[in-house]
């Protein structure tokens, strides 16, 4: 069976490199990548491996061109977030954020919903998605625990209590007529059993409440980490895979950095973030008079009991360590410097270097090297007088063995082989040969198109990696962009927004994976909920695009860096969008 599936793949390329033309090959080679990452029938990072050995053996790109694809300066801008991440989870910082934003909000459930989304929205816009999950779901787990009570006893309360004689009830029909008036008679309720039915009843819909609830907890997590991940480049991969082939595809276009992505994206987090609370603790029961008004009931005991719950860990940390308080000083450096480097509305710090040499990634590396001398212990100033005086053992804030355990080097494979096929599509002229094929797409309105690129991306992503999704479309997206005359971002920034809005299914995302796995969310939960989280996200993005984003990367404007390197024609193509919506 291996022989013969060598041969095949042998006479394959034979084939390929005899009869077909460059641009054939490179699609060859692009599907085959886009089947494997989507069914995983070998591991991703594997898988994205393959231009290494492909590209050069079919005769489309070299291997000098290929491998450097692999290691670009975006990977070093998404190692370094990467980096500082588990610098924050060495010290534990993330988890007195987490406790202290709990605290400040309250546990009123809808209150809570929204503390839990806040918290885990900004944790994964540094962290990554999954690992910000791992880390809310216990504590989530802790406070309904002390809110409800144990889980199995909660759900053994959902159950109908109030008919416990069903069973001799459902037989009844077989009994003579007789016997039948005779159980009626004896089995007859007084006041006492009605009284005990209404409080079962009252019971159960309580139990059920509480079980609404639990799921509303457990569900907004992973849905806060997908929405907070697109709001800094190095949130989530998609993002920097958008930078890596602005860079491939339109070499001269610098509008895409980490100060003006925030100032595009954050806003568009927080309105999503917002609608999907909002639907989120509607659906799951939060949303009543108790948001605002305090009523003296049992609920409120056990509000009381999940707010010690949440001191009493909060007051377990202790004092701000000096690690601790070392790691958010960098933390917040790391944030500011990659903000003002150049965020374009603004003069950035940038202009004191010369143009083009400093970048986002430079900035992030200077940062994160400074974690692997900077002490974790404050340093004795005596010793420095005084030799023979003790000083505090030398421990730095981060060692080079605790940032390989963490960082997730197949994701870095990842992107690079994302822009390696971007390079292999561009180079084979595969992407001007899919732009041709596209041409009859020039009728629909740009604005349309946005709403309908973004649902597809959505969707897709749905069964596949949003890493993969987003590699293999963002290069056919750039090329619709230039045949129809559209400025590219105002398409290729809805595909990468959108490509992390997969809300529905267990296995669309890694956090979607750990929610459901602990054992409690039914796939119906994710569908009913992710589907209206889905028509949101697409709306909120189609806003932003058509309002701020407009204006921030002048949307309305072909630009010049999105013309063709072979252009002949210096004429410069201007027009506005809704100019393009009336002749559409």
Not at 151 to 172: H, R, Y
Not at 220 to 247: E, M, R, W
Not at 300 to 312: F, P, R
Request: glycine share 6%; charged share 15%.
């Amino acid at each position: 069976m291996c022989c013969s599936v060598r041969m095949w793949l042998v006479k394959t390329l034979l084939m390929l490199n005899l009869h077909i033309t460059s641009e054939g090959k490179c699609l060859y080679v692009v599907l085959l990548m886009a089947v494997y990452w989507c069914t995983e029938a070998l591991p991703l990072a594997v898988t994205a491996m393959l231009p290494v050995c492909l590209f050069p053996t079919l005769g489309i790109l070299p291997s000098k061109k290929v491998c450097v694809q692999y290691f670009l300066e975006t990977n070093f801008l998404f190692l370094s977030g990467l980096v500082m991440a588990s610098a924050i989870e060495e010290w534990g910082l993330h988890r007195r954020i987490a406790l202290k934003v709990l605290k400040i909000v309250g546990v009123k459930p809808a209150w809570l919903i929204l503390g839990m989304m806040i918290t885990t929205s900004f944790l994964s816009m540094w962290l990554s998605n999954t690992a910000t999950t791992a880390m809310m779901l216990p504590i989530a787990n802790a406070i309904l625990e002390s809110l409800f009570g144990n889980l199995e006893t909660l759900k053994e309360n959902c159950k109908d209590k109030s008919d416990p004689e069903g069973d001799s009830q459902v037989k009844m029909h077989v009994l003579p007529l007789k016997k039948k008036q005779m159980l009626a008679t004896e089995d007859r309720p007084d006041w006492t059993d009605r009284s005990e039915q209404n409080n079962l009843e009252e019971v159960r819909r309580e139990a059920q409440y509480q079980m609404k609830v639990w799921k509303g907890f457990l569900i907004c997590i992973p849905y806060a980490a997908s929405i907070g991940g697109t709001a800094t480049l190095t949130g989530t991969a998609p993002n920097l895979i958008l930078v890596g082939q602005l860079k491939s595809y339109f070499p001269e276009c610098d509008l895409i950095n980490f100060g003006s992505w925030f100032v595009f994206a954050f806003p568009l987090m927080l309105l999503f973030l917002i609608l999907g609370w909002i639907w989120i603790a509607f659906l799951y029961g939060g949303l009543n008079t108790r948001l605002c008004i305090s009523k003296h009931d049992e609920r409120e005991a056990t509000e009381a009991k999940a707010t010690a719950v949440i001191d009493e860990d909060y007051k377990k940390l202790g004092p701000i360590k000096f690690a601790e308080g070392s790691i958010a000083f960098f933390f917040i450096l790391f944030a500011v410097l990659l903000f003002t480097r150049d965020p374009k509305f603004v003069t950035g710090w940038s202009i004191f270097f010369t143009k083009g040499f400093v970048s986002d990634a430079v900035t992030g590396v200077i940062i994160i090297s400074i974690l692997f001398f900077f002490p974790s212990q404050r340093p004795s100033l005596r010793w420095w007088f005084d030799s023979r005086a003790s000083n505090t053992p030398y421990v730095p804030l981060l060692s080079w063995r605790k940032a390989q355990e963490c960082v997730p080097w197949n994701i870095i494979l990842l992107l690079g082989g994302g822009f390696a096929m971007a390079k292999g599509c561009e180079e084979s002229g595969l992407a001007v040969w899919i732009g041709k094929h596209l041409q009859p797409l020039a009728q629909v309105p740009p604005a349309v198109a946005v709403i309908l690129i973004t649902a597809f991306i959505a969707c897709f992503t749905e069964f596949a990696s949003n890493t993969a999704t987003i590699i293999i479309f963002l290069p056919v997206i750039a090329e619709l962009a230039i045949r129809v005359k559209v400025n590219p971002l105002y398409f290729m920034i809805p595909a990468t927004t959108g490509c992390s809005y997969a809300f529905m299914l267990p296995v669309s995302t890694p956090p979607n994976s750990i929610a459901f796995a602990s054992g409690h969310l039914m796939v119906k939960d994710m569908v009913k909920t992710g589907f209206v989280m889905n028509i949101l996200g697409i709306l909120c993005v189609s806003l932003a695009m058509n309002t701020w984003g407009l204006h921030m990367f002048n949307l309305h404007i072909y630009p010049d860096w999105a013309r063709p390197l072979n252009a002949s024609s210096a004429t410069v193509v201007t027009y506005t969008i809704a100019t393009m919506n009336m002749t559409g």
